[in-house]
């Protein structure tokens, strides 16, 4: 079966602090992969995703990054928090089945910048 | 760019009542429209999902339709109970790629017992 383990689920950083998320699929191969961040009750915004090993594509302009060293394995980076990096950080996968890319999200992890 | 607007951003609804959640997509080349359900803390969660060769889908107490023409999609729910309660979103994928898809803003369901 497929699975996604994100973690930490909980994270609390101070500002100025590095950042390390992880994700890893399995049970399928050379999915897309993508990170999404949620502000506290607000929708889903698109960071990064991928369509390969080293093949990054970013959305919006910040100081975070991403990595994807090995195909099922997805890496959400900052080498300095800042207070606006709050939030709930999803990973995601996709593979195409008959025709369509359905998402399935990780568990998530909750990031506080203190 | 292409977009997804959904409406309304929140519901509130008597328990055992109906609650519809409607949007629009831009991109004509769409073909695939998930829901996802997010209770509060958790991960957005699929709940049911129709392809553009189909106008209604349905399951127990939820039904989906599509209006590929107006390019209008809606999630309905029937006989609402109080774990229906949560965030709600639209996505729309075109047949391109899945990073393509597009997610509305979400809607919140409050289901007053």
């Known amino acids: 079966s497929q699975t996604i383990h994100q973690w930490p689920a909980t994270l609390v950083q101070p500002v100025g602090s590095p950042l390390s998320l992880e994700c890893t699929v399995e049970?399928?191969?050379?999915?897309?992969l993508y990170w999404y961040r949620q502000a506290a009750g607000r929708g889903l915004q698109l960071l990064f995703y991928?369509?390969?090993?080293?093949?990054i594509s970013s959305e919006v302009p910040q100081n975070l990054s991403a990595s994807r060293p090995q195909d099922r394995q997805f890496i959400l980076s900052s080498k300095k928090l800042l207070l606006s990096d709050s939030g709930f950080y999803l990973c995601?996968?996709?593979?195409?089945?008959?025709?369509?890319?359905?998402?399935?999200f990780g568990s998530g992890t909750r990031l506080t910048v203190v | 760019g292409e977009n997804v607007e959904q409406h309304p951003s929140t519901l509130s609804v008597q328990e055992g009542d109906s609650a519809v959640i409607k949007c629009t997509y831009s991109?004509?080349?769409?073909?695939?429209f998930p829901w996802y359900k997010q209770e509060l803390g958790k991960r957005p969660q699929l709940i049911i999902d129709?392809?553009?060769?189909?106008g209604e889908k349905k399951d127990q107490r939820i039904a989906v339709t599509l209006n590929k023409t107006a390019k209008h999609f809606s999630l309905h729910i029937t006989e609402t109970q109080p774990e229906d309660s949560a965030v709600y979103f639209c996505?729309?994928?075109?047949?391109?790629?899945?990073?393509?898809?597009?997610f509305g803003a979400g809607t919140r369901l409050f289901v007053k017992a």
């Open positions: 996505a729309a994928t075109p047949n391109t790629g899945g990073f393509k898809t597009i």
């Open positions: 991109d004509s080349a769409s073909n695939y």
């Open positions: 991928s369509v390969g090993i080293g093949q």
């Open positions: 995601a996968w996709s593979v195409q089945r008959d025709g369509v890319y359905g998402y399935t």
């Open positions: 129709i392809r553009s060769n189909v």
């Open positions: 049970g399928t191969s050379n999915p897309n």
